[in-house]
Protein backbone atom coordinates (compact mmCIF):
# COMPACT_ATOMS: atom_id res chain seq x y z
CA UNK A 1 0.00 0.00 0.00
CA UNK A 2 1.60 3.66 -1.08
CA UNK A 3 1.90 5.48 2.63
CA UNK A 4 1.77 8.85 0.22
CA UNK A 5 -2.07 8.34 -0.66
CA UNK A 6 -5.05 8.86 0.54
CA UNK A 7 -6.74 7.34 3.36
CA UNK A 8 -3.14 5.45 4.12
CA UNK A 9 -1.63 8.60 4.38
CA UNK A 10 -4.50 9.86 6.95
CA UNK A 11 -4.59 6.70 8.76
CA UNK A 12 -0.81 5.76 8.96
CA UNK A 13 0.55 9.21 8.83
CA UNK A 14 -0.49 9.74 12.38
CA UNK A 15 2.73 7.82 13.74
CA UNK A 16 4.42 7.34 10.82
CA UNK A 17 6.83 9.77 9.54
CA UNK A 18 6.34 8.89 5.85
CA UNK A 19 7.83 6.31 3.29
CA UNK A 20 11.69 7.95 3.02
CA UNK A 21 14.23 8.76 5.12
CA UNK A 22 13.73 12.00 4.66
CA UNK A 23 10.66 12.12 6.48
CA UNK A 24 11.82 10.64 9.50
CA UNK A 25 14.72 13.09 9.76
CA UNK A 26 12.23 15.91 9.07
CA UNK A 27 10.19 14.77 12.44
CA UNK A 28 13.26 14.03 13.73
CA UNK A 29 14.38 17.62 13.69
CA UNK A 30 11.18 18.79 14.81
CA UNK A 31 11.09 16.93 18.01
CA UNK A 32 15.12 17.77 18.30
CA UNK A 33 14.02 21.48 18.49
CA UNK A 34 11.36 20.70 21.47
CA UNK A 35 14.68 18.76 23.31
CA UNK A 36 13.59 15.48 22.36
CA UNK A 37 15.55 12.88 21.11
CA UNK A 38 14.08 11.09 17.85
CA UNK A 39 14.28 6.76 17.90
CA UNK A 40 14.38 6.07 14.58
CA UNK A 41 12.85 2.69 12.94
CA UNK A 42 12.78 1.69 9.46
CA UNK A 43 9.93 -0.08 9.12
CA UNK A 44 9.93 -3.95 8.12
CA UNK A 45 9.84 -7.52 9.62
CA UNK A 46 9.72 -11.08 9.15
CA UNK A 47 11.94 -10.75 6.26
CA UNK A 48 13.26 -13.82 4.75
CA UNK A 49 15.67 -12.86 1.91
CA UNK A 50 19.38 -12.39 1.53
CA UNK A 51 19.62 -9.27 -0.39
CA UNK A 52 16.53 -7.45 1.17
CA UNK A 53 18.11 -8.13 5.18
CA UNK A 54 21.32 -6.90 3.18
CA UNK A 55 19.61 -3.88 1.57
CA UNK A 56 17.94 -2.99 5.20
CA UNK A 57 21.17 -2.99 6.55
CA UNK A 58 22.67 -0.73 4.29
CA UNK A 59 19.59 1.22 4.53
CA UNK A 60 20.40 1.83 8.33
CA UNK A 61 24.14 2.24 7.69
CA UNK A 62 22.38 5.48 5.61
CA UNK A 63 20.60 6.80 8.90
CA UNK A 64 23.29 6.47 10.59
CA UNK A 65 25.48 8.89 8.11
CA UNK A 66 22.42 11.07 7.28
CA UNK A 67 21.86 11.68 11.53
CA UNK A 68 25.44 12.73 11.50
CA UNK A 69 24.63 14.53 8.85
CA UNK A 70 22.10 16.53 9.82
CA UNK A 71 23.65 16.62 13.40
CA UNK A 72 20.55 15.32 14.77
CA UNK A 73 19.58 13.64 18.38
CA UNK A 74 18.67 10.64 17.35
CA UNK A 75 19.31 6.86 18.01
CA UNK A 76 18.34 3.97 16.06
CA UNK A 77 15.90 0.90 16.65
CA UNK A 78 15.97 -2.29 14.59
CA UNK A 79 13.52 -5.03 14.42
CA UNK A 80 15.41 -8.75 14.65
CA UNK A 81 13.56 -10.17 12.32
CA UNK A 82 14.57 -7.63 9.67
CA UNK A 83 18.00 -8.67 10.09
CA UNK A 84 17.77 -12.40 9.82
CA UNK A 85 16.34 -13.91 12.90
CA UNK A 86 14.46 -16.54 12.23
CA UNK A 87 15.76 -17.13 8.57
CA UNK A 88 19.54 -16.99 8.78
CA UNK A 89 21.63 -16.95 12.18
CA UNK A 90 25.07 -15.82 10.93
CA UNK A 91 23.81 -13.23 8.15
CA UNK A 92 21.49 -11.75 11.70
CA UNK A 93 24.62 -11.57 13.78
CA UNK A 94 27.06 -10.17 11.46
CA UNK A 95 24.41 -7.44 10.44
CA UNK A 96 23.71 -5.78 13.79
CA UNK A 97 27.47 -5.92 14.42
CA UNK A 98 27.78 -4.01 11.06
CA UNK A 99 25.09 -1.48 12.28
CA UNK A 100 26.31 -1.41 15.95
CA UNK A 101 30.05 -0.82 15.14
CA UNK A 102 28.93 1.59 12.54
CA UNK A 103 26.58 3.67 15.31
CA UNK A 104 29.32 3.62 17.85
CA UNK A 105 32.07 4.92 15.31
CA UNK A 106 29.34 8.09 14.41
CA UNK A 107 28.86 7.88 18.65
CA UNK A 108 24.76 6.80 18.32
CA UNK A 109 23.05 4.51 20.12
CA UNK A 110 20.93 1.29 18.87
CA UNK A 111 18.00 0.00 20.12
CA UNK A 112 16.67 -4.29 19.79
CA UNK A 113 13.18 -4.39 19.27
CA UNK A 114 11.36 -7.40 20.71
CA UNK A 115 9.51 -9.34 18.75
CA UNK A 116 6.67 -12.19 19.47
CA UNK A 117 7.64 -14.39 22.42
CA UNK A 118 9.06 -17.57 20.09
CA UNK A 119 12.06 -14.81 19.25
CA UNK A 120 12.80 -13.76 22.81
CA UNK A 121 15.66 -16.41 23.58
CA UNK A 122 17.46 -15.22 20.06
CA UNK A 123 17.49 -11.63 20.43
CA UNK A 124 18.46 -11.83 23.86
CA UNK A 125 21.44 -13.57 22.86
CA UNK A 126 21.98 -11.18 19.68
CA UNK A 127 21.87 -8.69 22.43
CA UNK A 128 24.89 -10.42 24.41
CA UNK A 129 26.86 -10.55 21.20
CA UNK A 130 27.02 -7.03 21.58
CA UNK A 131 26.56 -6.12 25.29
CA UNK A 132 30.50 -4.68 25.46
CA UNK A 133 30.00 -1.98 22.82
CA UNK A 134 27.71 0.28 25.46
CA UNK A 135 25.76 2.08 22.34
CA UNK A 136 23.42 -0.49 22.33
CA UNK A 137 19.91 -1.33 24.49
CA UNK A 138 17.30 -4.30 24.44
CA UNK A 139 13.37 -4.09 24.74
CA UNK A 140 11.54 -6.29 27.02
CA UNK A 141 7.88 -6.47 27.50
CA UNK A 142 6.14 -6.55 30.85
CA UNK A 143 3.29 -8.36 29.80
CA UNK A 144 5.89 -11.48 29.65
CA UNK A 145 5.72 -13.75 32.59
CA UNK A 146 9.48 -14.66 32.15
CA UNK A 147 10.29 -11.08 31.98
CA UNK A 148 11.69 -10.78 35.39
CA UNK A 149 14.15 -13.48 34.96
CA UNK A 150 15.48 -11.79 31.38
CA UNK A 151 15.64 -8.04 33.09
CA UNK A 152 18.06 -9.75 36.56
CA UNK A 153 19.86 -11.17 33.87
CA UNK A 154 20.51 -8.58 31.45
CA UNK A 155 20.97 -5.85 34.96
CA UNK A 156 23.80 -8.40 36.11
CA UNK A 157 25.01 -7.96 32.90
CA UNK A 158 24.97 -4.65 32.72
CA UNK A 159 22.74 -4.25 29.97
CA UNK A 160 20.52 -1.27 28.66
CA UNK A 161 16.57 -2.30 29.17
CA UNK A 162 13.41 -0.41 27.28
CA UNK A 163 10.78 -1.39 29.61
CA UNK A 164 7.31 -2.03 27.67
CA UNK A 165 3.98 -3.32 28.60
CA UNK A 166 4.42 -5.72 25.15
CA UNK A 167 2.56 -5.38 21.64
CA UNK A 168 1.71 -8.69 20.11
CA UNK A 169 -1.10 -11.52 20.59
CA UNK A 170 0.58 -13.85 23.45
CA UNK A 171 -0.57 -16.94 24.84
CA UNK A 172 -1.79 -17.05 28.29
CA UNK A 173 0.80 -19.57 28.60
CA UNK A 174 3.34 -17.40 28.32
CA UNK A 175 2.11 -13.75 29.02
CA UNK A 176 -0.25 -12.10 31.22
CA UNK A 177 -3.51 -10.80 29.30
CA UNK A 178 -5.40 -8.73 31.82
CA UNK A 179 -4.11 -5.01 31.19
CA UNK A 180 -3.94 -4.65 35.53
CA UNK A 181 -1.83 -7.23 36.07
CA UNK A 182 0.78 -6.19 32.96
CA UNK A 183 0.58 -2.86 34.68
CA UNK A 184 1.47 -4.63 38.03
CA UNK A 185 4.45 -6.34 36.40
CA UNK A 186 5.61 -3.39 35.15
CA UNK A 187 5.80 -1.73 37.69
CA UNK A 188 7.66 -4.46 39.50
CA UNK A 189 9.87 -4.87 37.09
CA UNK A 190 10.51 -1.20 36.70
CA UNK A 191 10.98 -1.51 40.54
CA UNK A 192 13.86 -3.78 40.69
CA UNK A 193 15.64 -1.54 37.83
CA UNK A 194 15.51 1.85 40.64
CA UNK A 195 16.88 -0.96 42.53
CA UNK A 196 19.61 -2.16 40.50
CA UNK A 197 20.17 -0.29 36.78
CA UNK A 198 22.13 2.89 36.67
CA UNK A 199 20.50 3.47 33.24
CA UNK A 200 16.87 2.45 31.72
CA UNK A 201 14.07 3.67 29.52
CA UNK A 202 10.59 3.93 30.44
CA UNK A 203 8.87 3.28 27.04
CA UNK A 204 5.00 4.06 28.38
CA UNK A 205 2.37 6.25 27.58
CA UNK A 206 0.71 5.28 31.27
CA UNK A 207 0.99 8.41 32.99
CA UNK A 208 0.41 6.77 35.99
CA UNK A 209 3.74 4.67 35.75
CA UNK A 210 5.31 7.85 34.33
CA UNK A 211 4.14 9.66 37.50
CA UNK A 212 5.38 6.70 39.72
CA UNK A 213 9.05 6.43 37.92
CA UNK A 214 9.39 10.66 38.62
CA UNK A 215 8.88 9.84 42.29
CA UNK A 216 11.07 7.20 42.48
CA UNK A 217 13.98 8.94 40.20
CA UNK A 218 13.63 11.55 43.62
CA UNK A 219 14.79 8.60 45.87
CA UNK A 220 17.36 6.64 43.81
CA UNK A 221 18.62 9.61 41.07
CA UNK A 222 19.13 7.12 38.25
CA UNK A 223 19.62 8.25 34.39
CA UNK A 224 15.89 7.33 32.76
CA UNK A 225 14.56 8.51 29.87
CA UNK A 226 10.64 8.29 28.87
CA UNK A 227 9.94 7.44 25.39
CA UNK A 228 6.99 6.93 23.33
CA UNK A 229 5.63 6.34 20.31
CA UNK A 230 4.79 9.29 17.89
CA UNK A 231 1.48 10.26 17.45
CA UNK A 232 0.07 8.98 20.47
CA UNK A 233 0.81 11.75 23.04
CA UNK A 234 3.14 13.83 21.61
CA UNK A 235 2.21 17.06 23.18
CA UNK A 236 2.45 15.50 26.71
CA UNK A 237 5.97 14.58 25.97
CA UNK A 238 7.08 17.97 25.03
CA UNK A 239 5.80 19.00 28.52
CA UNK A 240 7.64 16.30 30.17
CA UNK A 241 11.09 17.35 28.10
CA UNK A 242 10.26 21.15 29.46
CA UNK A 243 10.43 20.20 32.94
CA UNK A 244 13.96 18.74 31.49
CA UNK A 245 13.52 15.01 31.98
CA UNK A 246 15.40 13.07 28.83
CA UNK A 247 12.13 12.26 26.37
CA UNK A 248 12.50 9.96 23.25
CA UNK A 249 9.91 9.30 20.68
CA UNK A 250 10.13 6.68 18.73
CA UNK A 251 9.87 7.66 14.90
CA UNK A 252 9.00 4.77 12.29
CA UNK A 253 9.41 5.29 8.88
CA UNK A 254 8.82 3.40 5.36
CA UNK A 255 6.60 1.14 3.11
CA UNK A 256 6.12 -1.58 5.39
CA UNK A 257 3.86 0.36 7.75
CA UNK A 258 0.90 -1.76 8.35
CA UNK A 259 1.58 -4.53 10.58
CA UNK A 260 2.90 -1.29 13.15
CA UNK A 261 -0.32 0.66 12.17
CA UNK A 262 -2.43 -2.63 13.40
CA UNK A 263 -0.63 -2.97 16.52
CA UNK A 264 -0.97 0.64 17.04
CA UNK A 265 -5.12 -0.13 16.28
CA UNK A 266 -5.30 -3.34 18.34
CA UNK A 267 -3.16 -1.86 21.74
CA UNK A 268 -4.76 -3.26 23.83
CA UNK A 269 -8.42 -2.08 23.27
CA UNK A 270 -8.30 1.24 23.48
CA UNK A 271 -10.84 2.03 20.39
CA UNK A 272 -12.23 5.12 21.28
CA UNK A 273 -8.65 6.24 22.72
CA UNK A 274 -7.11 5.49 19.36
CA UNK A 275 -9.41 7.17 17.42
CA UNK A 276 -8.84 10.44 19.70
CA UNK A 277 -5.13 10.19 18.83
CA UNK A 278 -6.03 9.89 15.37
CA UNK A 279 -8.16 12.89 15.20
CA UNK A 280 -6.95 15.09 17.98
CA UNK A 281 -3.93 17.37 16.74
CA UNK A 282 -0.20 15.64 17.41
CA UNK A 283 1.51 18.78 16.08
CA UNK A 284 4.26 19.89 18.51
CA UNK A 285 4.42 23.44 16.26
C1 LIG B 1 9.43 3.84 22.66
C2 LIG B 1 8.61 2.59 22.57
C3 LIG B 1 9.15 1.46 22.00
C4 LIG B 1 8.40 0.29 21.93
N1 LIG B 1 8.98 -0.85 21.47
C5 LIG B 1 8.31 -2.02 21.53
C6 LIG B 1 8.94 -3.25 21.19
O1 LIG B 1 10.11 -3.30 20.79
N2 LIG B 1 8.20 -4.39 21.33
C7 LIG B 1 6.91 -4.38 21.77
O2 LIG B 1 6.31 -5.46 21.90
N3 LIG B 1 6.30 -3.23 22.06
C8 LIG B 1 6.95 -2.06 21.95
N4 LIG B 1 6.32 -0.89 22.27
C9 LIG B 1 4.84 -0.86 22.41
C10 LIG B 1 4.40 -1.22 23.81
O3 LIG B 1 4.66 -2.57 24.07
C11 LIG B 1 2.89 -0.98 23.98
O4 LIG B 1 2.20 -1.76 23.08
C12 LIG B 1 2.46 0.46 23.80
O5 LIG B 1 3.42 1.35 24.29
C13 LIG B 1 1.15 0.73 24.56
O6 LIG B 1 1.33 0.47 25.91
P1 LIG B 1 1.46 1.60 27.06
O7 LIG B 1 2.62 1.27 27.90
O8 LIG B 1 1.44 2.94 26.47
O9 LIG B 1 0.23 1.33 28.00
P2 LIG B 1 -1.34 1.26 27.70
O10 LIG B 1 -1.96 0.89 28.99
O11 LIG B 1 -1.61 0.41 26.49
O12 LIG B 1 -1.68 2.74 27.35
C14 LIG B 1 -1.62 3.79 28.31
C15 LIG B 1 -2.41 4.96 27.76
O13 LIG B 1 -1.72 5.46 26.60
C16 LIG B 1 -2.65 5.78 25.59
N5 LIG B 1 -2.39 4.89 24.42
C17 LIG B 1 -1.63 3.78 24.38
N6 LIG B 1 -1.57 3.27 23.13
C18 LIG B 1 -2.34 4.07 22.38
C19 LIG B 1 -2.66 4.10 21.00
N7 LIG B 1 -2.20 3.20 20.14
N8 LIG B 1 -3.46 5.10 20.57
C20 LIG B 1 -3.94 6.04 21.41
N9 LIG B 1 -3.65 6.07 22.73
C21 LIG B 1 -2.87 5.11 23.20
C22 LIG B 1 -3.98 5.60 26.18
O14 LIG B 1 -4.36 6.80 26.79
C23 LIG B 1 -3.78 4.57 27.25
O15 LIG B 1 -4.73 4.59 28.25
C24 LIG B 1 7.06 0.28 22.38
C25 LIG B 1 6.51 1.43 22.96
C26 LIG B 1 7.27 2.56 23.06
C27 LIG B 1 6.65 3.76 23.71
Redesign the pocket.
Known amino acids: MDINNGFEKFFSGR?IAGAHIEDALEVAKKFNSKNITA?INYLGEAIRDKDKIEATVDRYLFIISKIKENNLNAEI?L?PTQLGLGFDEKLLFDSYAKIVGEARRNNIFV?????ENNFVDDTIKLYYSQINSKNTGI?I???LKRSIIDVKDITKKDGII?L?????KESSDVAFQD?EE??KN?VELMRYLFENSKRF?I?????S?IELAKNLNKIYNRTIEY???N???NRYAVRLAKEGKNV???VPFGEQWTKYAY???R??G?AL??????FEKQSID
Do not use: F, N, P
Request: hydrophobic share 45%.
Open positions: WISKWLDMECQAYRVKGAYMITYMATHDLIAMLGIRYIYRRLEGHLILKSL
